[in-house]
């Protein structure tokens, strides 16, 4: 149980464009949402907290009109990257809230942008 | 604010040895604190957790102690194997509403056979 699908695994897109990353969990209800992204060699950087049904929480210095976030459903949420530039090529991985103790998280999505 | 710092690795040990990971955190109030398992080509999994100063995770043979006097939270193991060859994350979470989780950066563990 407690399954949590990314799609893609991986994208390749061109700089300028925008690429959407959908978060998934396939078993059961997830009323919080997090994106992280995870450089080489680092630890994750939670970028945004997304809660159903209400805007997301975005953390210092993460650009919410470049990360756009939209959670419309206890099962769904997606993480669109606008206009892209190579310097958001990176590891970007979802994870899903249960309880106050503890997340699911996605196999996570590789972005590089060219 | 909340920060976890984490023995830098990589972490190269042979099969059957003593693992130790050590995890110290700074945080306000008292957190809950767990470890992440990464295996390749995977994503995060929670190996074990501790929400209480003294309290013991445990989890496929790998053990970690809430030391409040010491922040503490090492990751051991008596007898690695091959299996376990993974990157290993200490967290933290100071709870509230929203289940926030603060990460080390990771230590890379190899083990060979």
């Known amino acids: 149980g407690a399954v949590v699908s990314q799609h893609p695994s ?3 897109c061109k700089s300028g464009t925008s ?21 080489p060699k680092q630890s994750l950087m939670l970028m945004a907290t997304s809660n159903e049904g209400s805007k997301a929480t975005y ?13 419309a459903s206890l099962t769904l ?10 310097e958001d090529s990176s590891f970007y991985i979802c994870s899903a809230g249960t309880d106050i103790y503890e997340q699911y998280f996605g196999p996570g999505t590789r972005l590089t942008v060219t | ?22 995890c110290t955190y ?11 398992v990464q295996y390749p080509g995977e994503g995060l999994q929670l190996l074990l957790k501790a ?16 030391r409040k006097e010491t922040t503490s939270f090492h990751l051991e193991k008596g007898s690695v194997q091959v299996s376990d060859s993974a990157v ?26």
Request: net charge negative; with cysteine.
């Open chain 1, 77 to 86: 949420s997606t993480l669109t990257v606008t206009s892209a530039h190579p």
């Open chain 1, 10 to 12: 991986w994208v390749i």
């Open chain 1, 19 to 39: 690429v959407k990353i959908e978060c998934r969990s396939l078993d059961f209800q997830a009323t919080t949402m997090f994106w992280y992204r995870q450089f």
């Open chain 1, 59 to 71: 953390e210092q210095g993460v650009e919410k009109d470049k990360f756009l976030i939209n959670h």
């Open chain 2, 88 to 113: 290993y994350f200490c967290a933290l979470s100071s709870g509230g509403s929203n289940y926030k989780l603060t990460f080390g950066k990771g230590t890379l563990l190899t083990v060979n056979p």
């Open chain 2, 26 to 36: 700074t945080a306000t109030g008292y957190p809950s604190l767990f470890w992440y």
């Open chain 2, 51 to 66: 929400t209480k100063a003294d309290d013991k995770g445990s989890n496929k043979g790998f053990e970690a102690t809430y």
């Open chain 2, 1 to 22: 604010g909340d920060s976890v710092t984490q023995m830098e690795g990589p972490v190269t040990l042979s099969e059957e040895a003593f693992l130790t990971i050590n």
